[in-house]
Every structure is written in structure tokens, then in C-alpha cells.
């Protein structure tokens, strides 16, 4: 087990195991999707009473899954780093900020756009709006530390201090501004029981998040992996990277 | 028993020693407290300068004043003793370094929260506020200033040496006071429709708890990776 994990967090391990990996996340992503986009727009029935601007739901949801997502893969790197100073971790970290401040906004926006015709008011100081606000400033506060401390290994650690203290905080910002203030419709898919959606709406919801946790997978190897090409510029094996792909050019 | 008195000491001798030293280096001190005041002054300029207006604002005022201006003390908390060296002879010394962060914390919250506390009594009667809210607010203050000094602490900590360190100081540490905000000013307009907000102290009570068992550590773990 720690054999193996040792074998993977290995920067030049990973870069040629993601290469392999990445065909199959790609085919498996467009499939995902194209099934998803046709289960969104075309085969769920609109809604009784939202008709069919609910298909927002579509982006909007996913978005907001990832951004807590990401904001948790972020802490588990953080803890990789703190503990194991693990480089790849480090790499990780500096990785997903962006996407993950990228996909904040997203479910800030599309959660805005649908909010006009359901609720009337392009933004109301509800609960779940502002926390993710909160957490889009959170995000940024995690890339302008990065971007700040210009020793990369230095700027990961203490990025991952900074991560850690928002991780404590999320559930306290979170339930601290429910209870200040909340027009949310509470969740409508985790009760598992029975839940509050449709289910022709539901499973192109469920596959459409799948597709997201996809891509935002493969959009962070690509990132992972020039990083990594970048942190080990001066070895051997990324010279030889380099030159054989500029030789196939 | 000897150990126990050891770390007392030498947390009282950190304390005293960043006490002593921002006292004689008076400008530190008195910019954050001018600026709380400062702050204060400007809402009734902007909102209105009818006592009853004020009167319904003067908690969630005096509680973001507290906030921005114990937001520009962190720039200076760790800046003379980062180059001067201090701190590295400090880490070098042996010291635990949550003995140092504490004692960071701590002065602080003498420096600027203890001040502010204290100036907040004369602004929050001149807006208006009635005798019974004003205990709640100051009681609310004094947990919610102390827990700001904590987090405040392990901020400054994280950005000591860096490029345009007070703003990106401000900007790091504001999105985790947002939960003491939101008690501290709902407790002191609760207090004042005349309800005692003991949900919203406990609170404010119990974040500070998690603040003094946690933020120290996140501290020692700024300053160790900062000095590397």
C-alpha cells in the first residue's frame, strides 16, 4: 500500500501514469456528458412550476458540488503536505485553487441567473449565497497567498496552514449565516428516503455531476502535469520529455 | 509543578516583552485605535445623524470598526521582529513556538482589542445606545476581540515578510471573522429590543474556546514554515 503510494507521489511516476490515465478520462467524460446534456435539455419533463428555466439546475448544482469538492481535495493536500511533505501534494494544492475559485463563481452565477425569475431578485443575502460567497473568498485568499511567496515550497505550506484554518471554518461560516438568515429551498436530493425530485430529473442531475467530477479531474492533471514539468526543469527526464516531443514535432 | 511555572513565565516574558516594545514604538499602538475611531465617526456622516437612526446600528458599527481596525494591527505583530531577527533568536532559543504564538496573540489583543474595548464605551454612548445594551455589546466585544487576536494571530504569522503583507493580511483574515460579526451584532441589537442573547454569547464564548485550542498551533506552524 504505502509501496504503491510512494511509487505514485513520485513527480516523474505520475506524470507518466497520468498519461496513460487521461485517454480513458477523456472518453469516459465525453460519453458522460453527451448522455447528460440529452437527459438535461431533452428527456427530463420540465418542472410544474419553474417550467423549463429549472434545467439550470444542470450547471448550477454540479458547480456548487465542486466547489465544496475541490475545497476538501485541497484540504486533504494540505494535510499531505503539513505531514508527509509530499511534493505532488504541494503541486496539487497550487493546482485546483483556480479551478475551484472558478467553479464558486459559476454556482455564484448560474445560482444569480436563476434566482431572478424564481425568487424575483438577482441576489438576496441568503444563507447558501453567502456562504459560497465566503467560500469564493477563501479560494482567492488561497491563490493570493500562493501567488504572494514566491518560493513555491514555502508558498504551498503555508497556503496549506491557510487551507486547513478555512476547513475548521466552513462548517462555522456555514452554519453561522444559516441561522442569520435563510430563503434557500432546503436539499432536495440527499434525502435519500424519499427524494424531492423527480427521478428522469434526478439521474441526468446525478451523471451530470459525475461528468463534472470528470473534468474538473482532467483539467487538474493537465495542470498537475505541466507543473510538474515545470518544477523538475532542471532533471534529466523532462529534458528528455521535452526534446523527444519537439523530435515527433 | 516546575515546569508549570516555567511556562507561565516565560509566556509572561514574551507577553511583557511585545507589550513593552509596541508601547515605546507608540505609532503601532495609536494608528488602530485612531483608525477604530476614525471609523466610528464616519457612519453617522454617512447615515444619518438622528440619534434613533444610529440608535438601530450602532452594534453591527462599533463591531466593524472592531474588525478593520484590529485587521491593520496584525500588519505590525510580526514586522520588527521579522527583520530585526528577533524572532528567528526567538525560535532558535527554544521556545515552543505555541507559547510564542500564544503570546503573540495575547499582546495583541492587550494592544488594540483591550483599547477598543475600552473607547467602544464612549462611541456607543454617543450613538445612542442605552445602558444594558452596552454591557451586552462590550461582553460580546471582549469575546469576539479575543477570538480576533487568535485567528488574527495565525494570519499574520502565515504573511510575515511578504510583499504588501498589511493588505493581504486584511484581505486573508476578514472572511473568518465573519461568523463573530454575525453574532457579536446580532447579540447587541437583540439586547437591545430588550431580550438577553444568551444563544449568541455562548457562541461567541464557544469560538473563542476552539480559537485558543487551535490557532496556536496554526501559528507555531506558520512561523516554523516562514523562517525555513
Redesign the interface.
Known amino acids: 500500500m504505502f509501496k504503491f503510494l510512494y511509487h505514485y507521489s513520485s513527480l516523474r511516476n505520475f506524470y507518466f501514469f497520468s498519461e496513460k490515465l487521461l485517454p480513458f478520462l477523456l472518453i469516459t467524460f465525453v460519453c458522460l456528458v453527451t448522455y447528460s446534456i440529452y437527459g438535461a435539455l431533452i428527456s427530463a419533463p420540465a418542472d410544474y412550476q419553474q417550467g423549463d428555466s429549472f434545467r439550470i439546475i444542470y450547471v448550477h448544482v454540479p458547480s456548487a458540488w465542486m466547489s465544496l469538492l475541490i475545497y476538501m481535495v485541497m484540504g486533504l493536500s494540505s494535510v499531505s503536505v503539513l505531514v508527509w511533505k509530499i511534493k505532488l501534494a504541494e503541486i496539487t494544492l497550487s493546482a485546483v485553487a483556480p479551478i475551484g475559485a472558478v467553479f464558486t463563481l459559476i454556482a455564484l452565477v448560474t445560482g444569480s441567473i436563476w434566482g431572478k425569475p424564481m425568487w424575483g431578485t438577482w441576489w438576496e443575502w441568503d444563507a447558501r449565497l453567502t456562504s459560497e460567497l465566503v467560500l469564493l473568498f477563501l479560494y482567492l485568499g488561497v491563490i493570493a497567498l500562493l501567488n504572494a511567496i514566491d518560493d513555491r515550497r514555502t508558498g504551498a505550506r503555508s497556503a496549506s496552514i491557510l487551507c486547513l484554518i478555512g476547513i475548521v471554518n466552513i462548517p462555522i461560516v456555514h452554519y453561522s449565516v444559516e441561522w442569520w438568515n435563510t430563503l434557500h429551498q432546503g436539499p432536495t436530493v440527499s434525502k435519500f428516503s424519499s427524494p424531492s425530485i423527480h427521478i428522469d430529473m434526478l439521474i441526468p442531475l446525478l451523471t451530470m455531476t459525475v461528468a463534472f467530477m470528470l473534468y474538473c479531474l482532467i483539467i487538474s492533471l493537465y495542470r498537475i502535469r505541466t507543473m510538474i514539468l515545470v518544477y523538475d526543469k532542471d532533471s534529466q527526464w523532462v529534458k528528455n520529455v521535452i526534446t523527444d516531443n519537439r523530435e515527433q514535432i | 509543578m516546575s515546569t508549570d511555572t516555567t511556562t507561565w513565565n516565560t509566556l509572561f516574558i514574551l507577553v511583557r516583552r511585545d507589550v513593552l516594545k509596541t508601547w515605546r514604538e507608540s505609532a503601532d499602538l495609536l494608528y488602530p485605535i485612531m483608525f477604530f475611531v476614525l471609523v466610528t465617526i464616519l457612519f453617522p456622516f454617512a447615515l444619518s445623524p438622528e440619534i434613533l437612526v444610529l440608535k438601530s446600528f450602532a452594534g453591527g458599527l462599533l463591531w466593524i470598526a472592531t474588525l478593520l481596525a484590529m485587521s491593520i494591527s496584525l500588519e505590525n505583530l510580526f514586522k520588527t521582529d521579522y527583520s530585526t531577527g528577533a524572532l528567528e533568536v526567538i525560535v532558535l532559543s527554544g521556545v515552543p513556538l505555541l507559547l510564542v504564538g500564544l503570546a503573540k496573540a495575547i499582546a495583541n489583543w492587550v494592544l488594540s482589542g483591550l483599547p477598543i474595548i475600552i473607547l467602544a464605551i464612549p462611541l456607543a454612548l454617543s450613538l445612542g445606545i442605552d445602558a444594558f445594551s452596552l454591557s451586552i455589546l462590550l461582553l460580546s466585544l471582549t469575546l469576539g476581540s479575543a477570538t480576533i487576536s487568535l485567528?488574527g494571530t495565525?494570519?499574520g504569522a502565515?504573511?510575515v515578510g511578504?510583499?504588501?503583507?498589511g493588505m493581504?493580511v486584511i484581505?486573508?483574515a476578514?472572511?473568518?471573522y465573519?461568523?463573530l460579526l454575525?453574532?457579536g451584532a446580532?447579540a447587541t441589537s437583540n439586547s437591545q429590543a430588550g431580550v438577553i442573547p444568551e444563544a449568541e454569547l455562548y457562541?461567541l464564548a464557544g469560538?473563542l474556546a476552539?480559537a485558543v485550542t487551535?490557532?496556536p498551533w496554526?501559528t507555531a506552524?506558520?512561523i516554523r514554515?516562514?523562517l525555513?
Do not use: C, E, K, N
Open positions: 485567528i495565525a494570519i502565515l504573511s511578504l510583499r504588501s503583507s493581504l484581505v486573508l476578514l472572511p473568518f465573519i461568523p454575525i453574532f446580532v457562541f469560538l476552539l487551535l490557532t496554526a506552524s506558520a514554515t516562514r525555513s
